[in-house]
């Protein structure tokens, strides 16, 4: 992936770029469905909310500035997050990634969930819900190879959708500026 040039396609479902919306690469499999709270029951009765999949929570840190983030996976995505919706409320969006044809399984989310987990421990950014890092599920070689391009695409579609706790801040490396020759004849 890195060096291409790549075309994203978000789609303000309600018109406005606060509402819902949809996020997809062409030729990725993937889909992101971004909702904020207000919008859930609506989002929800969406057939590709209902699909296995990955989603995010994410809302105020009452302690910090970071945001307070939680991951999980679900082979129902709607459902689970119904739960999320009775028993946790502090959250204010949600960010649902499924694919597009419902193919990804248990084992493919199980993996993303904890890649996305990793990545957030990694970055810094966000104050992790998540008490651990959930294990890697069991993949084959080719399996494993799928789901890491599938978590790059998705850590390239985030921050374009405002969510930016997964990238590395980094200083770039710094040049040495060219010490000029005191030695210049006349």
């Known amino acids: 992936m890195a060096g291409r040039g790549q075309s994203l396609e978000l789609f303000?479902?309600?018109g406005t770029p606060d509402g819902m919306l949809t996020a997809e690469i062409f030729n990725w499999i993937g889909h992101i469905l971004m909702t904020p709270r207000t919008?859930?029951?609506e989002a929800l009765k969406r057939?590709?909310?209902s699909y296995t999949g990955v989603y995010i929570l994410i809302g105020d840190s009452e302690d910090s500035n970071l945001p307070r983030v939680y991951i999980g996976e679900s082979e129902d995505v709607a459902e689970r997050i119904r739960n999320h919706d009775a028993n946790r409320d502090w959250w204010t969006q949600a960010v649902l990634i499924t694919s597009a044809a419902n193919v990804l399984h248990k084992a493919h989310v199980k993996f993303i969930?904890?890649?996305l987990v990793e990545e957030a421990k990694r970055a810094g950014r966000?104050?992790?819900?998540n008490g651990n890092t959930p294990p890697r599920p069991s993949l084959s070689e080719s399996a494993?190879?799928?789901?890491?391009?599938?978590v790059e695409y998705i850590l390239s579609v985030l921050p374009a959708i405002r969510v930016d706790g997964f990238l590395?801040?980094?200083?770039?490396?710094?040049t040495q500026t060219p010490v000029k020759d005191q030695t210049t004849a006349n």
């Open 47 to 49: 057939k590709e909310a």
């Open 126 to 129: 966000m104050n992790l819900e």
């Open 168 to 174: 590395v801040k980094t200083r770039p490396p710094a």
């Open 144 to 150: 494993q190879n799928s789901m890491e391009q599938f």
């Open 113 to 115: 969930e904890s890649r």
């Open 12 to 14: 303000f479902i309600d």
């Open 39 to 41: 919008r859930l029951a």
